[in-house]
């Protein structure tokens, strides 16, 4: 016995030992493996494997990929997974955050236009996964960036099982220490797993489920919002930022009319001290409401008054619910044929967000955006020993992931009459009647309206996949070939009802432009559906030789054609200067399209000669003695490695999203100056009126140099 004062302790005659970490002495790729013991035994929030990524060396635990992109593609970033997860876009070894590859039991499990993953398993479904962060085999292209293979459990020939539920609970939580309000938190994420024999020894099966509920109050933070003296035409707290003039002879005339006295072009709004409409146009910097703009009287209302000291805003009140549902089911049978193996992946989501700004949308109450989702996989493989030396696997697998991301909700219905916009070729002509709603209005601080943005996104993914592998001696010899087909049909809403933008241009404050309609700019969008569409094919040979126990020399070929993305139907341009369409005549000279002459169906050539050769080295030191010993830790205990390779990565579907919408499929329309709010398309500075361009009339997809379309209306565009 062992004691400690008068506690006896008793060395335990069955203990754990721990016997360090693993070294793999003869892999060349650098990478990383962690278990699903590792995985579960970590307090993760949200229950995502990607959360792990930032243990790996090299892997910056930092993505760009989450902010909205706004673009013809749509004003967003990467798509969460399950509706709140991270779909694992960061940059590993200072790869782009696009140059990612994600598999799950070895089938491409990536959403091809962000590339991040499109689908995140249950956490204690996961038996391990693997990042390659560098030097891969042969057998693995398409990525420059990191490779991150998932592997899920199966079943044995004892059953087996587990439950979990995580809870979090408003009741546990404290208010945030900027928000005048505690706001409500209610989340449960619950399931289990469950796997056994079918038939002992010969058929295995292994299922999982697991359920999200989420209730969870979003803090706006702290908003600055117009004070009460502000919201009556009162802007004395304003009367620095007051500083433009009044530009244009068309604007100072209708203000003369608005106020009841002269205004001239030049004349500033204010000056400090001014008190006489003789020193300025406002003077006192009190804007009378006989000059404020229709539209800006009625949507004042939707701007929320303070509510922390005179001119803060900020509430948890109004929360976002998730509800998420995953599953899968696992078969094994070890027959005849070889090991075949079964796998589906099921995930929906429902999502209900209060403040879709993701999707350019408010960040004020009032104007929520419901996005939802599914997400499945099918993967069939077979893996047949050939006599005592070969293996051959093959797989086959269908990716489906579609989401409907940012519909607009919250201030649909809302007319436009009712919001004061005046109705004809000078005022809104809405692109997507189901959605018209309020306006939705962009200050510097704020957002209000409803949601600008909406996609819906179908991804379909079929894959193809061979490896043979022999040992020979000393040497492993592995072949194989993959083909994957990609397509991603896209249904966005671009403002497709039109956005104003409020930046303090005219009067130095954004809040009095406002007043005044009088905005820095407005703009609207019309795209049509677009069916994308990418090839890959990659064949490969590859031999690991271990040229003596300690060192291994693996080296190979590969073979990779990478087909950039095209869209179905042509609806893409580009430009080439001094060419003409010939299917499109009339179009602006060196603005031309595929089927053109010398114009490919794809945004960039197909190359063929996309050649990797790749090069690894593995050296475990052998030192049993001596101070070498102590440096390396003994044989098998440190592993030296180096390695050259030559990758090409995926293009991502994103870019060919910004040559579609351009006309004539589509339009991208800005206000050539700042306009008036009422009447978005007469100019505020001298009362012209610019052509009324929606909706925009799309050309048939029969369009081609034996069918050209000269009915184009090209004088709108140029």
Known sequence: DLCRGQIPLKIAPNCESWAGVHVKTADTQMGQVITGKQIVTVPLNGRSYTDLFALQPGVTPVTTSANPNVSSGGAFGSIPVSGSLDPGNFSINGQRESANGFMLNG??????????????????????????????????????????????????????????????????????FFSPSRGQFNQNQFGGTFGGPIRKDKIFFFADYQGTRTVEGLDTGLIPVPSVADRNGDLADHASLLTGMVSGSYWAGLLSQKLGYSVTPGEQYYTPGCSTASQCVFPNAVIPQNAWSVPAQRLLQYIPEPNLGPSIFSTAAFAEHLQDDKGSARVDANTRLGMLSVYYFLDNYALNNPYPVQQGGANLPGFNALSNGQAQLVEVGDTKTLGASAVNEFRFSYLRDANNLGQPQGGVGVSLASQGFVQGPAGIVPGFPKAQGVETVVMNNITFGTNPFSLLQVNNTYEWLDNFSKVMGAHTLKFGAEFHNDSVKQLPDLIANGEFEFFGSATGSDFADFLLGLPSVYSQQSSPAFHELSRYAGLYAQDSWRVRPNLTLNYGLRWDWVRPWSEEYNQISTLIPGEESVKFPGAPLGYVFPGDPGIPSTIAPTPNDDFSPRVGLAYSPKWSSGFLRELTGGPGKTSVRAGFGRFFTAIEGLTVAYPTGNPPYGLTYVSPEPPLFATPFVGAQTGKQYPQQFPVNVPPYNVSPQNPDANVNWSLYT
């Open 107 to 176: 089938a491409d499990v990536e959403e091809g236009v962000s590339m991040g993953a499109a689908v995140v398993p249950n956490l204690d479904s996961i038996a391990e996964f693997r990042i390659l962060s560098s030097n891969f085999d042969t057998e693995y292209g398409n990525y420059s960036g990191g490779l991150i293979n998932v592997v899920t459990k199966s079943g044995t020939n004892q059953f087996h099982g587990d439950g979990f539920e995580f809870l979090r609970n408003t009741d546990l939580d404290a208010r945030n």
